[in-house]
């Protein structure tokens, strides 16, 4: 247990509404992640944060963005939620003795219609 | 830029099987860590192994062993003696600077 949380587990929203979902840790890891998975494309990183305020883009980060204001919160907003972002979102942490191995929370499960 | 590529979509055995998986990368960096993961069918992403790219020694754990070849940038993932709980999709992935990069993933289905 990489002591992650995601919030909301699912979630149905409609086209053109915002969305937030959330990343909680635990163990205060610096690293903190976003991704998405979805059929034939296996997981892409959305954005990712190295530390409090500090994030940058991964290779999907269109129409996503993210904010860390605490060192165990990281936010993901789709700011007019499309049909293509229908997708399963991952948050991740990196941690281990050298702080190189990815663990990943439950997913959260996105239907937008 | 990195890439990892599992050839194997799908592979589907009776129990008892020996499984392979395979796993091949690119990358120009000389440091690097290679992952499996595995994702049953309830969805979550297990972390299975780590290994940095300094360290070509196989690993056995259980009935899982890894076979790390950097002269032909493989990491090979095999099962022993499968059992219907392996069937499941199997990522490989690969980074450095703290950024994973996934293959495609092979799903295992084991039938009794």
């Given at each position: 247990?990489?002591?992650?949380?995601?919030?909301?587990?699912?979630?149905?929203?409609?086209?053109?509404?915002?969305?937030?979902?959330?990343?909680?840790?635990?163990?205060?890891?610096?690293?903190?992640?976003?991704?998405?998975?979805?059929?034939?494309?296996?997981?892409?990183?959305?954005?990712?944060?190295?530390?409090?305020?500090?994030?940058?883009?991964?290779?999907?980060?269109?129409?996503?963005?993210?904010?860390?204001?605490?060192?165990?919160?990281?936010?993901?907003?789709?700011?007019?939620?499309?049909?293509?972002?229908?997708?399963?979102?991952?948050?991740?942490?990196?941690?281990?003795?050298?702080?190189?191995?990815?663990?990943?929370?439950?997913?959260?499960?996105?239907?937008?219609? | 830029?990195?890439?990892?590529?599992?050839?194997?979509?799908?592979?589907?055995?009776?129990?008892?099987?020996?499984?392979?998986?395979?796993?091949?990368?690119?990358?120009?960096?000389?440091?690097?860590?290679?992952?499996?993961?595995?994702?049953?069918?309830?969805?979550e992403l297990v972390f299975l192994i780590r290994r940095n790219s300094?360290?070509?020694?196989?690993?056995?754990?259980?009935?899982?062993?890894?076979?790390?070849?950097k002269s032909t940038s493989s990491f090979n993932f095999t099962i022993?003696?499968?059992?219907?709980?392996?069937?499941?999709?199997?990522?490989?992935?690969?980074?450095?600077?703290?950024?994973?990069?996934?293959?495609?993933?092979?799903?295992?289905?084991?039938?009794?």
């Open positions: 247990d990489a002591g992650i949380t995601q919030s909301p587990r699912h979630k149905v929203t409609e086209t053109g509404t915002p969305v937030t979902l959330r990343c909680h840790q635990t163990e205060n890891h610096r690293y903190m992640y976003w991704y998405r998975q979805d059929p034939g494309h296996g997981l892409r990183l959305i954005h990712y944060s190295y530390g409090v305020k500090d994030t940058d883009k991964g290779e999907v980060s269109d129409g996503y963005s993210v904010s860390r204001s605490k060192t165990e919160d990281f936010l993901l907003t789709l700011e007019s939620a499309t049909s293509s972002q229908t997708s399963v979102y991952f948050c991740a942490i990196a941690a281990g003795i050298s702080g190189n191995t990815i663990y990943f929370g439950e997913g959260s499960w996105l239907t937008v219609v | 830029a990195q890439k990892v590529t599992q050839a194997q979509t799908e592979i589907s055995v009776v129990e008892k099987e020996d499984v392979t998986l395979d796993c091949v990368y690119e990358t120009r960096d000389t440091t690097y860590y290679l992952f499996w993961y595995k994702q049953p069918p309830s969805g300094f360290d070509e020694q196989n690993e056995i754990s259980g009935r899982y062993s890894w076979n790390f070849q022993t003696a499968s059992q219907v709980v392996d069937s499941a999709v199997y990522f490989c992935a690969l980074t450095n600077d703290y950024k994973l990069s996934f293959g495609a993933g092979t799903t295992v289905t084991v039938r009794a």
